[in-house]
Each structure stands twice: as C-alpha cells, then as structure tokens.
C-alpha cells in the first residue's frame, strides 16, 4: 500500500466523500457485494445501502472481492428498500432506479449537477430493482447496450454509473 501512495481503511473514512450512494435492492451474490464495496472505496462514495436479502459483512464472500473496503466504506442495513429511499429523500438526495423502464432516461443524457447529491438503487440479478422501489424513486436510468444481452452484472452497472456521475460532476 505504501508503495502505491494509498491510504489506510481508517484514513479513507476521514475523506471528504462524493455525493453518491449506492443502494442493493435484494442483491443476492456476495461476490458482488464485495465488489461493489470496492468500487465504492475506488470512487469516493459516502456509502452503501443493502437492503432485503442483500448480505452484509463480515462475511469471508463479501471479503473475497471487497479486498478490506467494507471496512473503509460506511454501510447500514434495511429491511426495505422503500425504507432506505425514504431516508435518503429525507435527507435531500435525489434517488434514481438503475433499470430499463418505459420512462427511463439514459445514462447518455443524464446531467448531474455538483449542487446535488445523488443516490442510486442496483436490483436482484435475475429481477431487477422490485417495482415498488421504482415507484419510490425520482426517475430511472439505463445504460445503453448493444449486444444480444440487455443487461450488465450488477456490481459493473455501479461502477459505470459512479465513474459516469463523477466525470460529469468533478472531473
């Protein structure tokens, strides 16, 4: 770590962070978990929301991909997804379903602003964000894709989505 200039886990806490949030709607693979900690910890962001039956850590799986960033990165557990949006609406955050629906924006046209802090809802790999969480949300958003499949594993989607965000806003 010293070697590539990184800092510790309890370092990273004391960061200023960027103004996302990352929320697992009933996400069920804890590789993917741990990979979105990852992500989160690479890109800055205040934290992640898992919900229903996402796991949390400590767990040997989520470790296996979060490599430690579930101990730099703040998360906190709820039962609904629906809970965890009405508290990030309740503290200012405008909250966006990564999901292809008939109204959904694309990540393409999506212009963030740095006076806003954004939180985003991944869903279930075989389900997607649950309907319930949609109708919660401000808007939603996909990615656009090319080929035969029509969807990217989850823990990819956040990360091009933060990555995404944050050129737009800091970069």
């Known amino acids: ?5 990184r800092i ?3 370092d990273h806490k004391k960061t200023p ?9 009933n996400v069920r693979s804890l590789n993917n978990i741990g990979s979105v900690f990852r992500s989160c910890d690479a890109l800055g962001a205040e934290g992640i ?10 767990h040997p799986d989520i470790y296996k991909t979060a490599l430690g960033a579930e101990e730099s990165v703040f998360w906190k557990y709820y039962k609904t997804t629906e ?9 200012g955050y ?6 292809q629906t008939t109204n959904s924006t694309s990540l393409i046209d999506f212009t963030p602003t740095k006076t806003n802090k954004y939180a985003f809802i991944f869903g279930n790999e075989i389900k997607g964000v649950s309907q ?7 808007g939603a958003i996909e990615i656009p894709q090319f080929g035969s499949k029509h969807s990217f594993n989850v823990s990819v989607t956040a990360a091009i989505v933060m990555w995404d965000t944050l050129q737009k806003i800091i970069i």
């Open 83 to 91: 809970e965890a949006i009405a508290e990030l609406k309740n503290n």
């Open 8 to 10: 510790s886990a309890d």
């Open 17 to 25: 962070k960027n103004p996302i949030v990352i929320v697992l709607d």
């Open 94 to 99: 405008i909250v966006f379903a990564i999901e």
């Open 49 to 58: 929301m898992l919900c229903g039956i996402s796991a949390t850590p400590p």
């Open 132 to 138: 319930e969480a949609i109708n919660s949300c401000h």
């Open 1 to 5: 770590m010293d070697e590539l200039n």
